[in-house]
C-alpha cells in the first residue's frame, strides 16, 4: 500500500477540471517558480501521510455532489514527484468509476526509465491531464522557474500523440510571459497538437506573496502588479481561448 504526502484536500473545487471536484494537492516540487503562491508545497516532506485507499473513502463521501463531470483532481506541489502513490490512487479510483484529473507542470517528466513506464500506466487510469505551461521560451522558463521547458514540451507532445485529453494553463506574468513574441510562439506550439480540449489564462497574482515572508523569503516578483484586463484579454486572444 502506497502512502503519499499530502499538502491539502479542497471538497468542493471547482477551478482544477470539469465539475465538481475533491481536489488532493500533494506535497513536494521541484520548480522554483517567482510568481508561486504556494512554496509552502515544495518540500515533499512536510505535508501529511496518507494511504491511496483513505484517500478514495474521504473523496467518495462528496460523490453525489460530482454529478456527471466532477471527480478526483491531483494537484500540488507536484505530483509526479510521488508517481508511485499517485497509480495506486488512481487505480482505485477507476475501479470506483471515478473521473481522473492530473494538474501537472511536467517537471519530472522523462522517457527514461523507470519513469516512463510508470507515466505510461498512469496515463491508462487518468482521464484529463492540466498541463502547465509556464514559458514557452526556454531561457526564459529557466529563469522564471529554475528548470528547462525541454521535457515539459516533449511531454506535451507524447500526450497528443497518445490522444489524451489536456487543458493548458499558462500564466500571465506582466514583464515575462504576456509579450506577445512568447504568446504567438506558444500559439504556435499549441497548435501542433491535437488534444488540447481548452486553454486558460491564469493572471499573476500576489495572493501568496504573505507565504514567502512567513517562511523567511524574498519575493522574486516584488512590485510586479496583477495584468490588466486589457493584457489579460489580448493573451486570450492570442491564444485562441
Sequence with gaps: MSEGYIHSLESFGSVDGPGIRY???????????????????WDMKSGTI??????IEK?????????NLGGITVSGGEPLLQIDFLLELFHLAKKKGIHTALDTSGGPFTRQEPFYGKFEQLM?????????????????HQMLTGHT???????????????????????????????DEYLYRLRGFLDTLDNVERIEVLPYHTLGVYKWKELGMEYPLEGIEPPGKERVENARRILGV
Design 23 to 41: 481536489v488532493i494537492f500533494v506535497s513536494g516540487c521541484g520548480l522554483r517558480c517567482q510568481f508561486c503562491h504556494n512554496p509552502d508545497t
Design 50 to 55: 496518507y494511504c491511496a485507499d483513505e484517500l
Design 59 to 67: 473523496a467518495l463521501r462528496y460523490r453525489s455532489y460530482w454529478g
Design 124 to 140: 491508462k487510469d487518468t482521464d484529463l491531464v492540466l498541463l502547465d505551461i509556464k514559458q514557452i521560451d526556454d531561457v526564459q
Design 149 to 179: 521547458n525541454a521535457n515539459i514540451l516533449d511531454l506535451a507532445q507524447y500526450l497528443s500523440g497518445i490522444h489524451k485529453p489536456v487543458w493548458i494553463r499558462h500564466v500571465l506574468v506582466p514583464g515575462g510571459s504576456d509579450q
